[in-house]
């Protein structure tokens, strides 16, 4: 499976169908612009956007409640 995915990255340079559907999941849960990327060695970053202190605190109260 991570084979397939990196040659994906590698042939396409882009990101790999799975994660464009983990990043639009991620999306709809925390109801805010998520942005994926991915290096031909398999490393990345998950970035969620806030557009000021409130959409901050709401991701912070999304968090919490994951905790338990």
Do not use: W
């Not at 990345?44 to 956007?49: A, H, M, P, V």
């Amino acid at each position: 499976f991570k084979a397939h995915i990196l040659t994906q990255l590698q042939k396409k340079n882009r990101l790999p169908e799975e994660y464009n559907e983990l990043k639009n999941r991620l999306a709809e849960v925390f109801r805010t612009k998520v942005e994926m990327t991915c290096s031909q060695k398999g490393k990345g970053k998950i970035i969620l956007s806030f557009a000021n202190e409130e959409e901050l605190e709401h991701l912070i109260s999304l968090f919490d409640r994951m905790k338990g």
